[in-house]
Nanobody
Framework: QVQLVESGGGLVQAGGSLRLSCSASGIVFRRFVMGWYRHAPGKRREMVASITNSGTTEYVDSVKGRLTISRDNAKNTVQLQMNRLKPDDTGVYYC????????????WGQGTQVTVSS
């Protein structure tokens, strides 16, 4: 059974930091691109950051220089270090696993709430 379990969300003041973590089970972790998506109130869910098995990263422009994604292939985990947070970063953050072997195969976590107060 595939499971992605996020942790680390919470309430923080603008300028503060949070670290999100996602633990994956039931998948061959190295065969998946891991990502973090954000669903902000009134907006569509968007990809915030992603990382391939080899460590290649991508970020949405609005978070570049503030958020850093990393993965530990030995522990099947992916992290999102969030610094200099802004109120616009508020939303539910979802961990995503997209297969590099099977087109269209992806899994989602249940989401964790991040709220940044001004």
């Amino acid at each position: 059974q595939v499971q992605l379990v996020e942790s680390g969300g919470g309430l923080v003041q603008a300028g503060g930091s949070l670290r999100l973590s996602c633990s994956a089970s039931g998948i061959v972790f190295r065969r998946f691109v891991m990502g973090w998506y954000r669903h902000a109130p009134g907006k569509r869910r968007e990809m915030v950051a992603s990382i391939t098995n080899s460590g290649t990263t991508e970020y949405v422009d609005s978070v570049k220089g503030r958020l850093t994604i990393s993965r530990d292939n030995a522990k099947n985990t992916v992290q999102l270090q969030m610094n200099r947070l802004k109120p616009d970063d508020t939303g539910v953050y979802y961990c995503n696993a997209e297969s590099t072997f099977v087109i269209g195969l992806e899994r989602w976590g249940q989401g964790t709430q991040v709220t940044v107060s001004s």
